[in-house]
């Protein structure tokens, strides 16, 4: 039975797990009862901000309050394993922004338990519902490209960010992770091998660069690329719904027998020139509307919860694709520790 008015709660309240919440206080289909953070004054500031009155440090107290049905986890993503299953074992929907774990082990574990309990967990792989990569895929799936023979995609950042990520996580988890998925949606196969190279600078824990190769069963070949080393003056196009002082440049292109199809994230046809700098800003994932966050996030969460009301699992993003995607991404940190080529064993 369809439940009209879900009642969501929040663990992770820093600077996405605003934009959530920014997102969720404008739909009409669910109520922000409960937030979480560590960070007591914040999670204390953020529920004034929002008139929301159940406030934890704790996303455990969070996960067992008897006035939230689903849980929504904006956290780090060495946290999202541990939150996932507590929630599922507490009878409670998942979503999780990206990525589900940082392991292939934990992702298993989360999926046993999901469809044991018959739960939803979703993951924010939000370029599913980013407008032009569903077009991509449309082209794609109508033939119009012919057959698929190779993806390339790149995902580059600022470097100035690396010194909050170069040693919190591993980037195929933390970025690659969104071209991971992509590259499984598009290819529609089971992927044979993985082979990969990093390269680290300094004394950081993670590589700020690294370079993967994918092998199809259908014998589609895809390429992956990502760089933090956007210098300080590069196109900034995360402004106004998420300001952060820097770029992402991402590119994806599909090539076949038939045509090829590319979108590369900094070409919005939008620039701003002022002063300080030029501006592209991003159109398509969480853009500020007359009185809305609209985009890409406003849509992967309304589908969640329209599906978490019907405890049926997404068709746009089955919870097994962000498990086998989490067994690549092992499988490219591993190739590129050996300097071998992983052989992705076929699952039963």
């Not at 999926?111 to 990569?133: D, T």
């Not at 991509?136 to 010194?163: N, P, T």
């Not at 992927?191 to 069963?217: N, Q």
């Not at 300001?243 to 994806?252: F, R, V």
Request: hydrophobic residues 40%; proline residues 3%.
């Amino acid at each position: 039975m369809k439940k009209e008015k879900l009642r969501v709660g929040v663990i992770g309240t820093g600077r996405f797990g605003r934009v959530h919440l920014q997102v969720l206080t404008q739909l009409k289909n669910c109520e922000v009862t409960a937030i979480a953070d560590i960070d007591e004054k914040l999670v204390e500031d953020v529920g004034r901000r929002w008139n929301i009155s159940r406030t934890y440090v704790d996303g455990k107290q969070l996960i067992t309050d008897p006035c939230v049905d689903v849980v929504d986890v904006v956290s780090d993503e060495a946290s999202h394993a541990f939150y996932i299953l507590e929630a599922l074992r507490a009878g409670k929907h998942v979503f999780v922004e990206k990525p589900l774990a940082t392991s292939f082990k934990d992702a298993e574990l989360i999926y046993q338990e999901a469809r044991k309990r018959q739960l939803v967990v979703m993951v924010g792989n939000i370029s599913r519902f980013s407008q032009p990569y569903v077009t991509m895929k449309r082209f794609l799936d109508r033939g119009k490209l012919g057959k698929l023979r190779l993806i390339r995609a790149k995902r580059d950042f600022s470097r100035a960010w690396f010194e909050y990520f170069g040693k919190r996580v591993h980037t195929v988890y933390e970025s690659g992770i969104h071209d991971i998925d992509l590259i499984l949606w598009y290819a529609g196969s089971r992927c044979i091998s993985v082979r990969a190279e990093e390269r680290r600078t300094g004394d950081y824990i993670y590589p700020d660069v690294f370079v993967s190769v994918f092998t199809f069963e259908n014998g589609v070949i895809a390429v992956l690329t990502s760089a933090w080393l956007v210098p300080k003056y590069g196109p900034q196009n995360l402004v106004e719904t998420i300001e952060l002082d820097g770029t992402i440049d991402a590119d994806i292109e599909l090539v076949g027998l038939g045509g090829c199809a590319r979108f590369r994230m900094v070409d919005s046809g939008l620039s701003v020139w002022t002063d300080e700098g030029v501006y592209h800003p991003e159109l398509t994932l969480w853009p500020s509307e007359h009185d809305r966050v609209g985009g890409a996030i406003r849509a992967e969460l309304e589908h969640f919860l329209c599906q978490a009301s019907l405890s049926c699992e997404s068709p746009v993003a089955p919870l097994w694709d962000s498990v086998y995607a989490l067994k690549l991404a092992d499988a490219i940190v591993e190739s590129a520790r050996t300097g071998k080529t992983i052989k992705i064993d076929k699952e039963e």
